[in-house]
């Protein structure tokens, strides 16, 4: 029995000089490892400034409360969750699927809520044994410092998401947030920065036992600075909420959104990008109220609202109208099917295949030059192009959308904030393609005729159209619009100086599109009568006595909208065909400057606003207003295409 007691001694004696000499260092480590835990020091983001340097979003400093879930003892999480939702006024329901989503990653806490009010701060940290896991510290928040102002494109920020996280990869981790939309998505890359690493001690319990201690610091992001001018952007945002209500006053009750886009037309760089109805993107800082988010997301709520998320300026897409005519004009005299100086007859009503097709104006009945009747916007004088295009034998292909194509209609401008829409160029192959019976598969001489005009299944952007007018102010070229201008060091508080720039992004080149300059030359005084011929120009009323020369337009496009049950009083879904409202244009007409301002081009849109002429030109009159600092001269508008 002695020998037994004394093998069993020096078994035990063995294994607790291997636990303590040969494995000391490892459990040494293990066991301080149990006592700190780290996290990562998300960065102060980046702020996005205007053209001039003026900062549109900023940080502000806030108190954050995480809940690190591993950290709290077995049988205490319920407990600490119900808490934790009534103290902070979170939903219990939103907590649990965040502690969820968080449960096999015990390093990465759940954002119980941001901006929390010093008192409910100050009491979580004077009863941490009572919320075992539950970490307050500081934060920096997005400040939109104009509210709604620009929301569109320059977006906002959110946590990121398991789908994201899983596209994103190294660099990126659970509770980092990152831009979700417009410029903050668009150059998350330079703005947010790179995060720390941070260090604190707890106990068995998990209860904080030291301060929060940074092993390396966080780096700010870098600061965009954008093409975009303030005070035009503003112009436009007050233009077009203007303009929904001057049209709703004038008959079109449905009005209810659009775009304007403003543009440099030399080198593509966006002066005012604005999108009506908004949305105030500080609703997603920090943790966003399911409530105010919901009314954005929810389909129906947003539809009744007019969808509030979406940028009109270069994802909504309509059709065309009449600001499509010039890009047949070009496209039939690059094909040599139409002299600019022919007589066709501008008539009242055309019969084509025994369907008829009417002009915007029952009265003319006259034989018109092209220049003439892109200033009066002839319909049945395009009809008759149309025809001509349609007639050409098929070893000719689709010249006409060929053309469109090279103009940049149906497909993406290449803006460095995205998404964009490409729109639809309709052909006889994606007829083909996209409809089933033999009937409507096949493309008629109805389908060029409507298509000549910019209706059918013609759908464009804003920015497209912006970008094609810019043309007949740069000599024929087509420009890539863009909206960034500079990646810059941002300053400290205080400090003068001019930016250290560390990166530029410099406009690209303009692109040829090989157009006659006697062609363009043709087209560009139609549209200069179209704005101050007064006997056949369609928005003579509106630019005919304004300062500073201006050339342009309007366009009434027919759509079939639907309106929701409820919208502006109506008691059940209301389904139309309405009027949408275009004005595109370019000032001034000649030469490089005016009073020192470089050239821009406008395009004007105003959902189911009526007449381009009525409405859209009056819109777009106060953006170049605003641009060339002039007044605004007594109009007249008159009732037009």
């Known amino acids: 029995m002695g020998i037994v007691a004394v093998a069993l001694f020096a078994v035990l004696f063995f294994r607790l000089w291997a636990l303590q000499v040969i494995s000391g260092d490892d459990y040494l480590k293990s066991a301080r490892s149990n006592q700190i835990r780290a996290f990562r020091i998300q960065p102060p983001r980046g702020p996005i400034l205007d053209r001039d340097g003026v900062a549109l979003v900023t940080n502000v400093p806030g108190t954050i409360v995480r809940l690190w879930p591993a950290d709290v003892p077995d049988g205490r999480l319920d407990e600490t969750v119900r808490r934790l939702s009534e103290l902070l006024d979170v939903p219990e329901k939103e907590l649990w699927q965040s502690v969820r989503a968080r449960a096999g990653d015990p390093l990465t806490p759940v954002v119980v809520k941001t901006n929390v009010h010093d008192a409910k701060a100050n009491y979580l940290d004077e009863h941490q044994a009572e919320f075992p896991g539950v970490r307050v510290g500081p934060t920096q928040l997005r400040r939109y410092e104009l509210g709604s102002f620009a929301a569109h494109l320059l977006g906002y920020v959110g946590e990121i998401t398991e789908l994201e996280l899983r596209q994103k990869g190294e660099g990126y981790a659970g509770g980092d947030r990152i831009g979700k939309t417009g410029v903050e998505a668009a150059y998350d890359d330079y703005l947010r920065g790179q995060p720390g690493v941070g260090q604190v001690r707890v106990n068995a319990l998990g209860e904080r036992t030291s301060g929060l201690v940074p092993s390396r610091m966080p780096q700010a992001g870098y600061a965009v600075r954008l093409t975009l001018d303030t005070d035009l952007q503003g112009a436009a945002e007050d233009a077009l909420r203007w303009g929904v209500q001057f049209a709703r006053e004038n008959g079109s009750w449905a009005a209810n959104g659009g775009a304007i886009v403003a543009m440099n037309p030399l080198n ?342 009526g007449h381009g002429g009525e409405v859209a030109a009056p819109v777009a009159l106060r953006v170049f207003a605003e641009y060339f600092d002039t007044p605004l001269p007594a109009i007249a508008p008159r009732e037009s295409d």
């Open 268 to 609: 593509g760089e966006l002066l005012a990008l604005a999108s009506y109805p908004t949305f105030d993107p500080s609703v997603f800082s920090g943790r966003p109220d399911p409530n105010k988010v919901q009314q954005l997301f929810d389909p129906e709520v947003s539809a009744a609202a007019n969808h509030p998320m979406l940028n009109r300026a270069v994802s909504g897409l309509y059709p065309a109208g009449s600001v499509f005519k010039p890009v047949t004009a070009l496209a039939a005299m690059s094909e040599g099917i139409l002299d600019p100086y022919e007589l066709i007859s501008c008539v009242p009503e055309r019969i084509i295949d025994k369907q008829k097709f009417v002009n915007w104006d029952p009265y003319r009945n006259e034989a018109m030059q092209l220049r003439t009747a892109l200033s009066n916007s002839c319909d049945t004088y395009f009809y008759d192009v149309a025809l001509r295009f349609y007639d050409l034998p098929p070893e000719r292909g689709n010249p006409l959308q060929d053309w469109a194509k090279k103009m940049g209609i149906g497909i993406e401008t290449g803006i460095d904030v995205g998404p964009e829409s490409a729109g639809l160029l309709p052909t006889p192959a994606w007829r083909k393609r996209h409809f089933d019976t033999a009937i409507d598969r096949l493309w008629s001489s109805g389908d060029s005729v409507q298509l000549a005009i910019g209706q059918g299944d013609l759908l464009v952007t804003p920015l497209q159209m912006t970008r094609f007018y810019a043309l007949f102010a740069n000599g024929g070229k087509l420009v890539e619009p863009h909206l960034v201008k500079s990646i810059e060091q941002p300053r400290a508080e205080g400090e003068t100086g001019p930016p250290v720039v560390l990166r530029t992004f410099a406009a690209k080149p303009p692109q040829g599109l090989d157009l006659n300059p006697s062609f363009i030359q043709v087209v560009r005084e139609g549209l200069w009568d179209a704005t101050h011929d007064a006997n056949y120009g369609t928005s003579y009323g509106v630019f005919g006595f304004y300062e500073v020369p201006i050339a342009g337009k309007t366009g009434t496009a027919e759509k079939f909208v639907t309106l929701p049950e409820g919208y502006l009083g109506t008691d059940q879904p209301f389904a139309r065909l309405m009027d949408q409202a275009w004005w595109c244009g370019w000032g001034p007409y000649e030469g490089e400057s005016w009073g020192g301002k470089k050239p821009l081009v406008v395009c004007a849109l105003v959902e189911n606003g």
